[in-house]
């Protein structure tokens, strides 16, 4: 399974975009579906995850700024960002929990990681 990232970007402070991440592949399911991000000379943090079922989860720092969205029936997961600031600025990447099924139908997980796609907010 892939995931394909897209949608970073410039911004000025205050801004919003809206990150995209497409899953492919073939007989798969997603489960829970994350976004991280790192900044220059920063960990990579978690900034926003979402469960098969709609769950959400959030990083203190964009509480109430960003929202986290799927749809299952296109395997993808949406990372709408406002209120942007300067410190948001990273590499953005996705992450996801999967199920993929054999041809003779035997399940097997596994973990996938997108490129990244960079958000830069500008002051």
């Known amino acids: 399974v892939q995931l394909q990232a897209s949608g970073g970007g410039l911004v000025q402070a205050g801004g919003s975009l809206r990150l995209s991440c497409a899953a492919s592949?073939?007989?798969?399911?997603?489960?829970?579906m994350n976004w991280h991000r790192q900044a220059p000379g920063k960990q990579r943090e978690l900034v926003a995850g979402?469960?098969?079922?709609?769950?959400?989860k959030y990083g203190d720092s964009v509480k109430g700024r960003f929202s986290i969205s799927r749809d299952n029936a296109k395997n993808t997961v949406y990372l709408q960002m406002n209120s942007l600031k300067p410190e948001d600025t990273a590499v953005y990447y996705c992450?996801?929990?999967?199920?993929?099924?054999?041809?003779?139908?035997?399940?097997?997980?596994?973990?996938?990681w997108g490129q990244g796609t960079l958000v830069t907010v500008s002051s």
């Open positions: 592949g073939s007989r798969f399911r997603m489960n829970d």
């Open positions: 979402i469960m098969s079922g709609g769950t959400t």
């Open positions: 992450e996801g929990d999967w199920i993929h099924y054999s041809s003779d139908d035997v399940p097997v997980v596994g973990r996938s």
